[in-house]
């Protein structure tokens, strides 16, 4: 990690050296996994890089046992492709058996960004929560942090939890996990801590192994709730499980944000848009010239469409390798590689956009708390 680099939950700035995050946060790569991981692209291809106790998930999963995987999502801004990397662990999760659990995090909008709370539901809702659907999602536990359920049980077990995990905690560690933190986001964080225990109180699932995949980014949360569950004596708790994905590429070649419309490529995108954000703003790896280009050949490694293509759009392994080996000889151009993402991309918002529209009816389902 450059000096320059900021990485915390709410901020990321400048270069990642994700080998370097893996030694400093304590992390384990991931390496042998059950064949129907090496199936899924994410895992194939290394896209999801390390983890913190996995067994006990796959254990759950080999001895066909409960399990929960838990995330959750920041409703500001469009959902762009860089989230489907997230939903899609949610589908490929609940293939495998997990009860999944999604917190929309509008407690934390509110403290973190100031977004109005009715501001907040509208953008899970027509924004998360239906593109989830449309990507494979079927019905699961999906609430907001601000409105747990109608349940009094269930919500006064979640708030409480929240309570009694800020008696365990103090805020020297805050400030050594953190860095500086304001009054609200050491509230967000307690309350994140809760979202990612919680579905093993009585009042949930009980006492089942949960696993939250994240960015790298989120880790600091992961620490806080582990090191303070293994203090508290009742309610007991297993040790959160956790794995970590590298982030998608924005179009410049930096983290793609929500807040900057052409660093990313939003799935309700138009195939004219696709088109136009893709030739004038994703990053190349070739080389200045056709000429130079056919010489010395192109950088898959740092070209933004190239690595579109190795997270979402090729599927078929050794067309990518073929893809790759042409463009680093030389004999793909830059802008053929773009011309070939642009198609790849827009025949899967195609479809997408149609399951969308059908997505909208669903949305009730997955909201009953």
Same mark, same amino acid.
């Given at each position: 990690?450059?000096?320059?680099?900021?990485?915390?939950?709410?901020?990321?700035?400048?270069?990642?050296?994700?080998?370097?995050?893996?030694?400093?946060?304590?992390?384990? $790569?991931?390496?042998?996994?059950?064949?129907?991981?090496?199936?899924?692209?994410?895992?194939?291809?290394?896209?999801?890089?390390?983890?913190?106790?996995?067994?006990?998930?796959?254990?759950?999963?080999?001895?066909?046992?409960?399990?929960?995987?838990?995330?959750?999502?920041?409703?500001?801004?469009?959902?762009?492709?860089?989230? %489907?990397?997230?939903?899609?662990?949610?589908?490929?999760?609940?293939?495998?058996?997990?009860?999944?659990?999604?917190?929309?995090?509008?407690?934390?909008?509110?403290?973190?960004?100031?977004?109005?709370?009715?501001?907040?539901?509208?953008?899970?809702?027509?924004?998360?929560? $239906?593109?989830?659907?449309?990507?494979?999602?079927?019905?699961?536990?999906?609430?907001?942090?601000?409105?747990?359920?109608?349940?009094?049980?269930?919500? #006064?077990?979640?708030?409480?939890?929240?309570?009694?995990?800020?008696?365990?905690?103090?805020?020297?560690?805050?400030?050594? *996990?953190?860095?500086?933190?304001?009054?609200?986001?050491?509230?967000?964080?307690?309350?994140?801590?809760?979202?990612?225990?919680?579905?093993?109180?009585?009042?949930?699932?009980?006492? *089942?192994?949960? /696993?939250?995949?994240?960015?790298?980014?989120?880790?600091?949360?992961?620490?806080?709730?582990?090191?303070?569950?293994?203090?508290?004596?009742?309610?007991?708790? /297993?040790?959160?499980?956790?794995?970590?994905?590298?982030?998608?590429?924005?179009?410049?070649?930096?983290? %793609?944000?929500?807040?900057?419309? #052409?660093?990313?490529?939003?799935?309700?995108?138009?195939?004219?848009? *696709?088109?136009?954000?893709?030739?004038?703003?994703?990053?190349?790896?070739?080389?200045?010239?056709?000429?130079?280009?056919?010489?010395?050949?192109?950088?898959?490694? /740092?070209?933004?469409?190239?690595?579109?293509?190795?997270?979402?759009?090729?599927?078929?392994?050794?067309?990518?390798?073929?893809?790759?080996?042409?463009?680093?000889?030389? $004999?793909?151009?830059?802008?053929?590689?773009?011309?070939?993402?642009?198609?790849? %991309?827009?025949?899967?918002?195609?479809?997408?956009?149609?399951?969308?529209?059908?997505?909208?009816?669903?949305?009730?389902?997955?909201?009953?708390?």
């Amino acid at each position: 990690m450059e000096k320059k680099s900021k990485i915390t939950p709410w901020e990321v700035e400048g270069k990642i050296n994700y080998d370097r995050l893996i030694k400093k946060f304590g992390l384990s $790569e991931l390496k042998e996994l059950p064949n129907v991981f090496n199936e899924n692209v994410l895992f194939r291809r290394k896209i999801i890089f390390a983890h913190r106790d996995i067994q006990r998930i796959l254990e759950a999963i080999k001895n066909k046992k409960p399990f929960v995987m838990m995330t959750g999502l920041m409703p500001t801004g469009k959902f762009h492709i860089g989230h %489907m990397i997230l939903a899609q662990q949610m589908i490929f999760y609940q293939k495998l058996g997990a009860k999944v659990y999604i917190a929309v995090a509008d407690l934390e909008a509110y403290n973190a960004r100031g977004q109005s709370l009715e501001e907040s539901r509208k953008i899970a809702m027509e924004e998360y929560i $239906e593109n989830y659907i449309a990507l494979g999602l079927k019905p699961c536990e999906i609430y907001f942090q601000s409105d747990r359920s109608k349940d009094a049980k269930k919500s #006064n077990a979640y708030y409480r939890l929240q309570n009694i995990l800020a008696k365990h905690t103090s805020f020297a560690e805050f400030k050594g *996990v953190y860095g500086e933190v304001s009054p609200g986001k050491m509230l967000a964080s307690l309350l994140q801590a809760s979202d990612m225990l919680h579905p093993q109180l009585p009042e949930f699932e009980g006492l *089942v192994p949960v /696993i939250v995949p994240v960015g790298i980014d989120q880790d600091p949360h992961l620490r806080l709730a582990r090191d303070i569950s293994k203090r508290i004596k009742k309610p007991k708790f /297993i040790q959160l499980s956790s794995t970590y994905h590298l982030f998608a590429l924005g179009l410049r070649g930096d983290k %793609m944000s929500s807040s900057e419309p #052409n660093s990313y490529i939003a799935l309700t995108d138009s195939p004219e848009q *696709v088109k136009k954000k893709i030739n004038k703003y994703a990053f190349s790896g070739g080389q200045a010239t056709i000429e130079e280009h056919r010489k010395k050949g192109g950088n898959p490694d /740092i070209d933004v469409s190239f690595q579109y293509l190795k997270m979402f759009f090729e599927p078929d392994d050794e067309k990518l390798k073929d893809i790759e080996k042409k463009y680093k000889s030389g $004999e793909m151009l830059t802008g053929e590689l773009k011309k070939y993402l642009i198609g790849k %991309m827009n025949d899967f918002l195609r479809e997408h956009q149609k399951k969308k529209k059908e997505a909208r009816k669903k949305v009730g389902e997955f909201l009953k708390g």
